[in-house]
């Protein structure tokens, strides 16, 4: 079913009627209202997916991904350092690196230091917390951070941020929930991409609301941003670098990476840092 749905595309569609959802919500502001939800379809072994679109205050198309922290084969990998090279990493487009590190789910990350990559390839440096799988090559600012240990527990933490018991582990910008508290603003509104943590800590969200595409989807504040992970299930939520760099890919059932939302630039920006996901096909692909 969801192969079909893929190769024919459908997952990027919109439905003509609310769907209705297989676990219960929280509460939603009415400032965020009639919007159409989709039900969490499955897409791998304990990953799920699902996708919205709110008419008021504005046209806004949210893409979110549910992991079961709990399922079996599920990991993460945030990008790589360069090691002796020069910076911290070098720019890929989301999809690129699903494709390079053969991952199932994949969103940018944190923010980095202008100027922007024109191509893929060029050395970045990442401003904040970037640890891959035990090797921490970009300490700790300002700012907050998700955390991830070798058991697969997650956690957002605030400065002053411990990463000794952590594992993988990426920095973004502020807190959005905090305990189920909205920590956002009625601030600016661009496109945004966000993570998110369940209350019980079995589930990590991921979340991309598309921006800057008049009468198609025009963006979020930060506010807006922390009650759409709410209504999603998360109890505890992070801003992660939004604008232009805002993508969320899922792998394809041929392998090609498959883009869930549509980036604000028209088309794929090549950042610094990812988060990726590996999960077992939900059948045998041989």
């Known amino acids: 079913m969801v192969a079909g749905l893929l190769a024919t595309g459908v997952i990027v569609l919109w439905p003509t009627t609310t769907a209705t959802v297989n676990r219960p919500f929280a509460t939603i502001s009415p400032t965020i209202r009639d919007d159409e939800l989709t039900a969490w379809e499955p897409i791998f072994i304990g990953v799920e997916s699902c996708r919205a679109l709110t008419i008021n205050p504005r046209p806004m198309r949210v893409y979110a991904v549910r992991i079961d922290l709990q399922a079996p084969g599920i990991d993460f990998l945030v990008t790589p350092g ?32 202008m100027p922007l990559a024109s191509t893929p390839g060029e050395p970045l440096t990442v401003l904040g917390l970037s640890l891959s799988r035990g090797v921490m090559y970009s300490s700790p600012n300002r700012y907050d951070a998700l955390l991830i240990n070798a058991d697969r527990y997650a956690w957002i933490s605030r400065p002053p941020i411990a990463v000794q018991d952590a594992y993988n582990g990426l920095g973004g910008f502020h ?44 963006s979020a504040t930060t506010w807006e941003t922390a009650e759409w992970l709410r209504r999603l299930g998360a109890y505890d939520g992070l801003n992660l670098d939004g604008g232009g760099s805002t993508t969320l890919v899922i792998e394809g059932p041929d392998g090609t990476p498959i883009l869930l939302n549509r980036p604000s630039g028209g088309g794929e920006r090549p950042v610094a840092n990812h988060l990726g996901v590996f999960a077992r096909p939900l059948v045998n692909r041989d």
């Open 82 to 113: 360069n090691g002796p090279g020069p910076k911290d990493t070098n720019a890929r487009t989301t999809s690129g690196f699903l494709h390079e590190f053969k991952c199932q789910v994949a969103i940018n990350g944190l923010p980095y230091a």
């Open 175 to 218: 807190v959005l929930l905090a305990k189920g508290v909205n920590q956002g603003n009625d601030d600016d509104c661009h496109p945004r991409s966000a993570v998110g943590i369940s209350q019980d800590g079995r589930y990590l969200l991921l979340m991309a609301i598309d921006g800057r595409q008049v009468g198609y989807s025009e």
